[in-house]
């Protein structure tokens, strides 16, 4: 079992939806990211958070430290959003992190 | 640029041959991170430095696979004896102390 999971692996949504993606996680962790990975390109990190939620643009994130869950929110969803997004935790003192497996999204007109 | 570059972006090599990729970090990034992501996976820990020091290397899959900063910036991560199982995404990451990670684009390693 992975030590991070991500629900669902694969999303369609329509122009417009509201989309959620789910994170858990089975240790103890300092922080999390939210990344996001279009196709054939780079990682661009939208979130780092340890508690609470977090806000940018039609982005949110959340955490809940004690139920060891972390949720990723876009509103209004767009074409452009269509990509993969992957949570990562950081473990221990190195700051290393640990990756999910990615959540495939694709929003169409 | 002020972002993190990683060259070449894409490499084939053929199997047996050695291969060095580079990672140029934001400047003044103390935390320096390599990961491998194979096709269709999430990335995976290879190995860290602060500054110059490589601090965890458990991540490394073989005794074939070397990295090293020796200055504290620039950063080369080395496969020897390339095998088809490294063909992967070699990812670069640096971060100022324990912030957030800044990504590379990565390289794209094939071998053949």
């Known amino acids: 079992k992975n030590e991070v999971e991500q629900s669902p692996q694969n999303l369609t949504a329509q122009e417009g939806e509201f989309i959620t993606i789910n994170c858990s996680y089975s240790?103890?962790?300092?922080?999390l990211h939210w990344l996001q990975q279009h196709p054939g390109g780079g990682i661009v990190s939208l979130f780092m958070?340890?508690?609470g939620k977090k806000k940018h643009g039609r982005l949110i994130a959340t955490i809940n430290i004690q139920e060891k869950h972390s949720s990723l929110h876009i509103t209004a969803s767009h074409p452009r959003d269509s990509a993969v997004y992957i949570c990562?935790?950081?473990?221990?003192?190195?700051?290393?992190?640990?990756f999910g497996t990615g959540t495939r999204l694709q929003v169409t007109l | 640029g002020a972002g993190v570059s990683q060259s070449p972006r894409y490499k084939v090599a053929k199997r047996g041959q050695d291969v060095a990729l580079r990672c140029d970090p934001i400047?003044?990034?103390?935390?320096l991170f390599w990961y491998q992501q194979a096709l269709g996976q999430g990335p995976e820990f290879l190995t860290y430095?602060?500054?110059?020091?490589?601090?965890?290397k458990s991540g490394l899959p073989s005794d074939r696979f070397f990295a090293e900063r020796p200055e504290g910036s620039v950063s080369t991560l080395k496969i020897q004896r390339t095998q088809q199982e490294d063909s992967a995404v070699y990812l670069c990451?640096?971060?100022?102390?324990?912030?957030?990670?800044?990504f590379g684009p990565g390289t794209r390693l094939t071998v053949t």
């Open positions: 990451a640096s971060s100022f102390d324990r912030d957030e990670q800044y």
């Open positions: 240790v103890g962790i300092s922080a």
């Open positions: 958070l340890s508690s």
């Open positions: 990562a935790v950081i473990t221990g003192t190195a700051s290393k992190l640990t």
């Open positions: 400047s003044g990034h103390v935390s």
């Open positions: 430095f602060q500054n110059e020091a490589q601090l965890d």
